[in-house]
């Protein structure tokens, strides 16, 4: 898939986030890269094997106080390859943009990898 087509699928999933979430994404810039770097990965601490699709790289809103502004945008950055890698069609690929988008923008709002999985199970 080119650049330009991963890139809109990306929009239209942000774009699909409902309007209390969209709106509070003030100061973030959704980036697409092919590969994370290595500081990337050494800063997402993965087990060897492991892959990574999509990083927030932030101050989560729940750990802003009232000193927080005049700073650079937090950045969510998804991997086009790494999710292509791990996909077997375009439908996939959607799919799997839509997960990760969401899953780094929870971080955003201060929801931690241990909480996001117990969601992804049902679990309250």
């Known amino acids: 898939m080119d650049r330009e087509q991963f890139q809109e699928l990306v929009a239209r999933a942000v774009d699909s986030l409902p309007d ?3 709106t509070r994404l003030e100061n973030v810039a959704v980036v ?3 590969w994370p770097s290595r500081s990337q990965m050494a800063s997402a601490r993965l087990r060897k094997g492991q892959t ?3 990083l927030y790289e932030g101050i989560p809103l ?3 106080g009232h000193y927080y502004g005049m700073v650079a945008p937090d950045k969510i950055t998804i991997f086009q390859k790494a999710i292509e890698a791990k996909c077997r069609d375009e439908g996939e690929i959607v799919t799997e943009i839509q997960k990760v988008v969401k899953h780094e923008i929870a971080h955003h709002f201060g929801i931690a990898d241990a909480r996001l999985k117990q969601l992804e199970r049902g679990g309250d």
């Open 62 to 64: 729940t750990r802003r």
């Open 32 to 34: 697409v890269e092919d």
């Open 52 to 54: 990574l699709l999509g």
């Open 20 to 22: 209390e979430f969209r």
